[in-house]
């Protein structure tokens, strides 16, 4: 554990009257053998958060804020790692509150570790002598790879109901298993995620998402959603989604219900996309209340995944794109789509294309686990590759005409980019007319079409 240390963190650790600890994920990490080139350093001590910021900062750290409430010191030192300092203190809760209503420091480090989540998070590194301290048997409990709460799970949970999301975080980045205590614990405090900000459960959710990112896990972000729809808590941010639980889809097509479909999109979908596959069948639910049918659910998914993303305040960007993605899975399924419309369509989405095309892999495989290529990406991939021979406009800026060339040409200024989008369909289909004089022609006779 000492090599893994910043050599700023070790000359900060001899120049304390306190011994200083490193604490949490940085240590569970390094006992479990995961390394990572930038950890997560939480470091602790039994003194007052302003006495530490002065010998951080007479050790050359910078210190960008002091809290003192809560006894807490954000500072980087000059290789630009991060620290965030705390105070050995014990935290007191009211059911229902995100944050402590009262803190107490102490110099107890069993009374430190019980103010943690999980006893694997509340083991300590003692920089100085190079020794580890286990108050609460966080060590037995990360080489079972058990998650075990602090305290009675029923208390740890009702403190907070954002560790609800962190025990499915926990459970999808390093592989572990909550023991029985600690489901019961979450199960009954289930509603308390109603008091946590969208913001910190979206934080939370894309966390889960990416988590075999994190150290490599294999289906964490499966395992991740499953557990939180085993505590009750996925209902409670996707209740639209939810619905889709025990509801029955042809058995020809799909092995599981809507909800385990949507589940297993996830599975196997690229880290990036998995909100999207997560979301892409939420109209069903909606759709088979509705009309006792499946049919509509793209355009209702469509509807229904900007609320629920708005809801959690996930950015513009991110909301437009997922939308879109929901809208245009399904597009082409039965591969009967004409070839024209088809051009059409790969133009008139080419940036979305990768994505949407990872997401009807992860649809198809999701159906039967199945993972050959699904039919209708053969045919997509088939056809694009015939019209990058044809050396086809994907883009405008491929277009042999520009905005300025239309405009030289009488056309006028709130025409041309509808114009342009024309000429840009037209060659998806006709591509040896991507020719200047051939789009000029052209364009004169799309212009008059939007004046009539």
Known sequence: MLKRLPKSLLSLANSLPKPLYVVGGAVRDYLLGFLSDRPDWDICAPMPAEDFAVFATENGFTVCSVYKNTGTVKLCDQENNEYEFSSFRSDEYVRGIHTPTRVFFTEDIALDARRR????????????????????????????????????????????????????????????????????????????????????????????????????????????????????????????????????????????????????????????????????????????????????????????????????????????????LVKWHMYDLDCKTSENKLRRFLVSNYALLDDLLAIKQADFSACMDDMQTAPTCARWRKLLDVMRSEKVAFTLKELAVNGKDLLALGVASHHIASVLQVLLLHVSCNPQDNVKTQLLRLAVGIEKGLKA
């Open 117 to 324: 989540d999980f006893t694997c998070n509340a083991v300590y590194y003692e920089i100085a002598t190079q020794k580890f301290v286990d108050p609460l048997g966080g060590i037995p409990a990360i080489r079972e790879k058990r998650l075990t709460t602090v305290a009675p799970a029923k208390k740890v949970f009702g403190e907070d109901g954002l560790r609800l999301m962190r025990l499915a975080r926990q459970v999808a980045q390093l592989g572990f298993s909550p023991d029985e205590d600690c489901l019961l614990g979450a199960k009954e405090n289930a509603s308390l995620i109603d008091d946590i900000s969208a913001e910190r459960i979206y934080a939370e959710l894309l966390s889960i998402l990416s988590a075999d990112e994190k150290h490599g896990v294999l289906d964490g972000a499966y395992h991740g959603i499953k557990l939180l729809d085993e505590i009750g808590v996925f209902e409670r941010i996707f209740p639209e989604l939810a619905l889709g639980k025990g509801m029955a889809q042809r058995a020809d097509f799909h092995k599981y219900d809507v909800l385990e479909h949507s589940f297993r999109c996830v599975k196997y979908a690229p880290p990036h996309l998995r909100l999207a596959a997560l979301l892409h069948d939420v109209g069903k639910p909606f759709c088979m209340q509705r009309d006792g049918k499946y049919h509509a659910h793209p355009i209702e998914g469509e509807g229904l995944a900007r609320a629920i993303l708005t809801r959690l305040k996930a950015p513009k960007k991110t909301v437009e794109r997922v939308c879109a």
